[in-house]
């Protein structure tokens, strides 16, 4: 049995991840990571786009589920119009472009644009909380999405 490729394994917006991860060191009140301070403090920003990115298969890989395409190309469309104003700068572009022609998302590799850009935009410790982001990092639970082919 072949299994698809994970984004992780294909690409990852390192130094977009690493912005948000740097930021999210820094902040010395308010943060979970400060109730205890240890000597390899590890960001949650790197950790949350690793793990959807592990988990996610890549919509370019021939061996992609048909039906995690489907859904992934839902949530990036429901992005570009409802949930625009939560992007950051860096994705704006993108999705602006998904909102004008929709049918963008067709092509696997914008597809999977649009999903590298939603992960570093879920690194972003502001968006741990907004429930759209919680949301559609879910993809994978959706009826019918079998990650294993």
């Keep these: 049995m072949t299994y698809p490729k994970r984004l992780i394994e294909v690409d990852l917006p ?3 991840i690493s912005d948000h991860a740097r930021r999210e060191k820094s902040i010395r009140h308010g943060h979970i990571s400060t109730l205890h301070i240890w000597w390899a403090r590890r960001p949650l920003a790197s ?5 959807c990115a592990a988990l996610w298969p890549d919509p370019a890989d021939e061996c992609c589920p048909e039906a ?3 859904v992934a190309r839902v949530w990036m469309r429901k992005w570009s119009t409802e949930y625009l104003g ?4 860096q994705s704006y572009t993108r999705f602006i472009a998904i909102q004008k022609n929709p049918a963008k998302l067709d092509d696997n590799l914008e597809l999977r644009g649009a999903l590298l850009d939603f992960i570093a935009d879920f690194a972003n410790w502001d968006n741990s909380t ?3 982001y919680l949301d559609t990092r879910s993809l994978s639970d959706f009826p019918g999405v079998n990650l294993l082919g």
Excluded: D, E, L, T
């Design 86 to 89: 939560k992007v950051s700068p």
């Design 130 to 132: 907004v429930k759209a």
């Design 14 to 16: 390192i130094r977009r």
């Design 68 to 70: 995690f395409r489907q």
């Design 47 to 51: 950790c949350r786009a690793v793990i």
